[in-house]
């Protein structure tokens, strides 16, 4: 672990071995991203002048006290092209960290105030200063389990990742710190491969947003103006459509041929029109592709398209193969109707058989009813023939009446 001790002249958070390699790596640094890095080494985004340490350690000498003092103007000077900040927020950064009010800033008030903020635990003259030794080292209150890399290595990768500009791509960077951290170990003639890789990656996404935010935009601003040009145009068409045609309906219907050849010429007219806003529109759609498309987003929309082209070939497929199964389904539901009509046809046939059968056994029946009638008949009239003989006439007369009345309707009942 190092440990950042207040009483030395060189910029925070660097060793004074490596103070000019840090300083050129600032310049590298401001000169490719905006943005301040992140992580323990952010007092690497605040530098002193060496000029202005060597400055402040005579007077600390002369004076006595340690330390260097912070100008309002000089420090916003330096600062507004390393940190995204208005001189008004720098002003509130400093004013907070001035515990004493007094208008300076020593290393130590400075480095105990900022680590507050960062989780940085800053070390007093008293605890670990070897006054042999001149170096500026940090002690970081992160958990070391927790991590791959050592402060060290931490340091050279937030470095990287502001220098290739894939801080502000990447919001999760665990990825990328292991990946980073088993190539710098295992694969170390990788690790420059990776970086330039990574720094392809990071501009091409960022160029990417920006040009597809700024198309999005034109395009969201043509498409809603000429949606509201032509809604417009549609609403005042649709409405004299509407005028007309309810003017047409409560006129008389005498008059209702010549309003009817009126209306199909208004008809005619608004059709007309319609052609020219359609023109219209195409002739704006074609000047906003001309506005729109150029060399880079020509490739962007075409990979799009093939994307939307190869999921409209996979609907297509799935779209397919379900017509094939209804196709079978349906199929199969026309053999099981056709059969079920067979079926049906057979059943009815097999009925009108029966009935056929049955008819002509009652036939049969009815055919032996009236030969056993004619039979009784027969028999009946002789009966009668002999009784005739054998009675009296008084008795003849008196009884044939019933005999015949009885009889006579045998007949009609096996009718």
């Known amino acids: 672990m190092e440990s950042l001790h207040p009483g030395t002249d060189v910029s925070i958070g660097i060793k004074k071995g490596r103070e000019s390699r840090g300083s050129t790596r600032r310049e590298r640094e401001a000169g490719s991203s905006p943005y301040p890095r992140k992580g323990p080494n952010i007092f690497d985004a605040i530098p002193v002048d060496q000029s202005a340490g060597a400055d402040d350690s005579q007077r600390s000498d002369q004076s006595g006290a340690p330390g260097m003092s912070f100008q ?3 420090l916003e000077k330096r600062l507004q092209n390393e940190l995204p900040l208005t001189p008004e927020q720098l002003e509130d950064v400093f004013d907070n960290l001035d515990q004493d009010n007094n208008g300076y800033l020593t290393p130590l008030e400075f480095s105990m105030g900022l680590g507050k903020f960062i989780g940085v635990e800053v070390l007093s003259e008293n605890e670990g200063f070897d006054t042999s030794v001149h170096e500026d080292t940090f002690v970081s209150g992160w958990d070391n389990d927790l991590s791959m890399l050592d402060d060290e290595d931490e340091r050279r990768f937030c470095v990287m990742m502001q ?36 720094f392809k990656v990071s501009a091409h996404i960022q160029e990417v947003h920006l040009e597809k935010d700024s198309m999005e ?9 000429h949606d509201k040009e ?13 005028t007309e045609k309810d003017r047409l309906l409560y006129q008389d219907s005498s008059r209702q ?33 001309e506005l ?23 609907q297509l497929e ?8 209804t196709q079978f389904h349906l199929g199969h539901l026309q053999d099981e109707a056709q059969r079920e009509r067979k079926r049906k046809d057979k059943d009815v046939l097999n009925v009108s058989k029966n009935m056929q059968k049955e008819k002509e056994s ?36 008196s009884s044939l009446p019933k005999c015949h009345y009885r009889y006579l309707n045998l007949p009609t009942l096996l009718q």
């Not at 729109?292 to 409209?312: A, G, P």
């Not at 004619?374 to 028999?379: A, I, N, V, Y």
Request: aromatic residues 4%; charged residues 40%.
């Open 257 to 289: 041929i010549g309003k009817n050849v009126e209306l199909q010429k208004e008809l005619q007219i608004r059709e007309h029109e319609l052609e020219g806003i359609v023109g219209r529109q195409r002739q704006l759609e074609r000047q906003l592709h």
């Open 292 to 314: 729109s498309y150029e060399q880079t987003e020509t490739r962007i929309q075409n990979e799009r398209l093939r994307h939307r082209n190869e999921d409209l070939l996979e």
């Open 318 to 325: 799935h779209t397919r193969h379900e017509l094939q199964t």
């Open 72 to 74: 309002q103007e000089m």
């Open 163 to 198: 220098q290739h500009g894939a801080a502000q791509v990447f919001k999760d960077q665990s990825e990328v710190r292991e990946l980073w951290a088993r190539l710098r170990k295992d694969r170390p003639e990788l690790l420059a491969t990776f970086e330039k890789f990574l």
């Open 230 to 242: 032509v809604r417009s145009l549609y609403e005042e068409m649709e409405h004299q459509i509407k």
């Open 217 to 225: 935009q034109a395009l969201r601003r043509k498409e809603c103006d």
């Open 362 to 397: 009652l036939l049969r029946q009815l055919e032996l009813l009236r030969e056993m009638n004619r039979k009784l008949r027969d028999e009946r009239d002789a009966h009668e023939a002999r009784k005739m003989v054998s009675l009296k006439p008084k008795a003849m007369t």
